[in-house]
């Protein structure tokens, strides 16, 4: 059996969005509460070098602390990316985005929302091996669509543990989300 213990430093970036500025979002209970929920179990449960949290972000708040955390990490380092809160999507052009604390008026989303392509940019920078990105809002099954074309490994070989050390060394980016589309 293939034991490997990584050399890297675990971070989490944990944004929860309950509260609105506008009327035209309705506040959310959940979010803040399930950021502090997890902060609680990873500081129980796990080894985070550092764990930074969004309490109902603006849009500025959010790509600052996505700055931070890509300014901490280095390729060895493993990293958590858990938001909460309202999502939306444009429907003329089928793009999915977060809704931040000061989102302003339903009809201008690209100027007032976070899209969700921005937030894979961001992800993109970040320099850590391994990145998940959990997303609990409506529509956030649009973030990231899957590559048809992708072919298996035909290297693949359950049976050698080198395969499972090529596969811990190279980079990956998972996604899960909980929201509809």
Same mark, same amino acid.
């Given at each position: 059996? &293939?034991?490997?213990?990584? %050399?890297?430093?675990?971070y989490?970036?944990?944004?929860? %969005?309950?509260?609105y500025?506008?009327?035209?979002?309705v506040?959310?209970?959940?979010?803040?509460?399930d950021?502090?929920?997890?902060?609680?179990t990873?500081?129980?449960?796990?080894? &985070?070098?550092?764990?930074i949290?969004?309490?109902?972000?603006?849009k500025n708040?959010? &790509?600052?602390?996505f700055?931070n955390?890509s300014?901490?990490?280095?390729?060895?380092?493993?990293v958590?990316?858990?938001?909460?809160?309202?999502?939306?999507?444009?429907?003329a052009?089928?793009?999915a985005?977060?809704?931040p604390?000061?989102a302003?008026?339903?009809?201008?989303?690209g100027?007032?929302?976070?899209s969700?392509s921005?937030?894979?940019?961001?992800?993109?920078?970040?320099?850590a091996?391994?990145?998940?990105?959990?997303?609990?809002?409506?529509y956030s099954?649009i973030?990231i669509?899957?590559?048809?074309n992708?072919k298996?490994?035909?290297?693949?070989d359950?049976e050698?543990?080198l395969y499972f050390?090529?596969?811990? %060394?190279?980079k990956?980016?998972?996604f899960i989300?909980?929201?509809?589309?």
């Open positions: 059996m &293939f034991h490997d213990k990584p %050399n890297g430093k675990y989490a970036l944990l944004i929860g %969005n309950s509260k500025d506008s009327k035209k979002w506040n959310l209970t959940s979010p803040v509460n950021i502090e929920s997890i902060k609680g990873l500081d129980k449960s796990y080894k &985070f070098e550092k764990i949290m969004v309490k109902n972000g603006t708040q959010i &790509f600052e602390a700055n955390l300014k901490l990490t280095t390729t060895n380092d493993y958590l990316i858990y938001y909460a809160g309202h999502g939306s999507k444009d429907l052009i089928q793009k985005y977060w809704i604390k000061d302003k008026k339903i009809d201008e989303p100027r007032y929302w976070l969700t921005i937030v894979t940019e961001h992800v993109g920078r970040i320099k091996r391994h990145v998940l990105l959990m997303v609990d809002s409506c099954g973030t669509k899957g590559d048809d992708i298996a490994d035909v290297e693949r359950l050698n543990p050390k090529k596969m811990l %060394n190279r990956a980016r998972l989300s909980s929201g509809g589309d």
